[in-house]
């Protein structure tokens, strides 16, 4: 073969492979401890807001928007990542637009169907994980006085427009981390829920989740303190 078509095929080998090559986000995902060279950790993790959380309405119904003081998500992971599951959604402290203070409350928990995963996507700076949240069963019951307006009691999950949640995991030492604290965070960014049956007829159609919640495991497993720092690599 001569060599300027020597050149040209290793060019094109080149070229498949790059293609062929595996994603940032199909990379293997390990949950450690504390830092990038820390033991692998499984068990029971928690998601704790720092700051408010707000929960405003999208699509038809009343414009409400409620900041939640207070406000938990929680189950238990391997250190792969998978075989999640969900065990807890508190909220509390939720003062709304409308001259009232929303009750949110969790139903049909724990979901215990392996159905939450943290997936590794890439380095510092940038996303480093994808916290995804996939419990069907999952209800959220809104009870909202107004001062204008009748009590509404909302309830909201998934259905027909919102399957999942999805939030972005920043690592505790990347530089893109919303907030500059040294804690893993992942980040409800306008994550929807869809209005479900037995609400009553004011309620908005949907509503999205804003905010950011430290990620924490537990230093001593079942001692239900989450004191221990993450981190999430390849």
Known sequence: MRPGRIACAVVAVAAVLAQAAPAAADAPTTIRRDGPHGTAYSGSWQGLNSGTVRVASAGPGIAITALCSSFTLGGDVGSDGTGGTLDTVTASGCRNNM?????????????????????????????????????????????????TFPTQTCHYGFGATADR??????????????????????????????????????????????????????????????????????
Do not use: W
């Open 165 to 234: 949640l999805e939030l972005d995991v920043y690592n505790r030492d990347n530089p893109s981390r919303p907030q500059l604290i040294d804690e893993t965070q992942a980040v409800l960014q306008d994550e929807p829920l869809d209005r479900l049956s037995g609400s009553t007829s004011l309620c908005p159609s949907k509503i999205r989740l804003t905010g950011v919640l430290v990620l924490r495991g537990e230093s001593f497993a079942g001692s239900g303190a989450h004191d221990q720092r993450l981190y999430v690599t390849p």
């Open 99 to 147: 001259g009232g203070t929303t009750t949110i409350t969790a139903e049909n928990l724990p979901y215990a169907n392996p159905g939450q995963t943290i997936t590794y996507v890439g380095p510092n700076p940038g996303v480093n994980a994808r916290l995804t949240i996939s419990a069907p069963g999952l209800r959220l019951k809104a009870v909202m006085p107004m001062a």
